[in-house]
T-cell receptor
Framework: GAVVSQHPSRVICKSGTSVKIECRSL??????MFWYRQFPKQSLMLMAT?????????EQGVEKDKFLINHASLTLSTLTVTSAHPEDSSFYIC???????????????FGPGTRLTVL | KQEVTQIPAALSVPEGENLVLNCSFT??????LQWFRQDPGKGLTSLLL?????REQTSGRLNASLDKSSGRSTLYIAASQPGDSATYLC???????????FGKGTMLLVSP
């Protein structure tokens, strides 16, 4: 149980294009989903927290107009990287916390990640 | 601002050795601490979660300890195997509804 999927697993795009990454909770409903970015040999950095049906909360320094997050249902959140540039190339990982149960600090399930390469 | 440091950054050991990975955090007012495993190009798998009131957790060959007052945690891996090769990440939270703050990880290589 508690499986989180991401699609695509790997994407290569040209500079200036937009890319959408999907994060799905397959066997539970997620009230809260998180998006992280990880550069090589660096720690995971939280980009934003999204709650179903409301606007995402972005961390300081993350451009909300560049990284569009939509959490339209309890099982799906999407991250759209708009007008991507080579510096956006990174490993993007989502996580989801179930609807029921304690705080999300105890129960956060991670997706397998999406490798984005912008040429 | 909470900062999490992991030492060493990389570790290479022969199969069968017992080893210790270290994690330190600057703000001791944590809610819990987790150790994760990340395989190359993959997501995270939670290994052990220690609540702030606990001193240690064990799962199979893994044992994690927590000394909240000194801001330290260790992950002990007994009788290491090549399949243990991965990056191990430590993360802390400040409260039940706060997000995870990660260290940079320790890249472990266990040679046959």
């Amino acid at each position: 149980g508690a499986v989180v999927s991401q699609h695509p697993s790997r994407v290569i795009c040209k500079s200036g294009t937009s890319v959408k990454i999907e994060c799905r909770s397959l066997d539970f409903q997620a009230t809260t989903m998180f998006w992280y970015r990880q550069f090589p040999k660096q720690s995971l950095m939280l980009m934003a927290t999204s709650n179903e049906g409301s606007k995402a909360t972005y961390e300081q320094g993350v451009e909300k107009d560049k990284f569009l997050i939509n959490h339209a249902s309890l099982t799906l959140s999407t991250l759209t990287v708009t007008s991507a540039h080579p510096e956006d190339s990174s490993f993007y990982i989502c996580s989801a916390s179930p609807l029921a149960g304690g705080g999300y600090a105890d129960t956060q399930y991670f997706g397998p990640g999406t490798r984005l390469t912008v040429l | 601002k909470q900062e999490v440091t992991q030492i060493p950054a990389a570790l290479s050991v022969p199969e069968g050795e017992n080893l210790v990975l270290n994690c330190s955090f600057t703000d001791s007012a944590i809610y819990n601490l987790q150790w994760f495993r990340q395989d190359p190009g993959k997501g995270l798998t939670s290994l052990l979660l220690i609540q702030s009131s606990q001193r240690e957790q064990t799962s199979g060959r893994l044992n994690a300890s927590l000394d909240k007052s000194s801001g330290r945690s260790t992950l002990y891996i007994a009788a290491s195997q090549p399949g243990d090769s991965a990056t191990y990440l430590c993360a802390v939270t400040a409260s039940g509804y706060s997000t995870l703050t990660f260290g940079k990880g320790t890249m472990l290589l266990v040679s046959p």
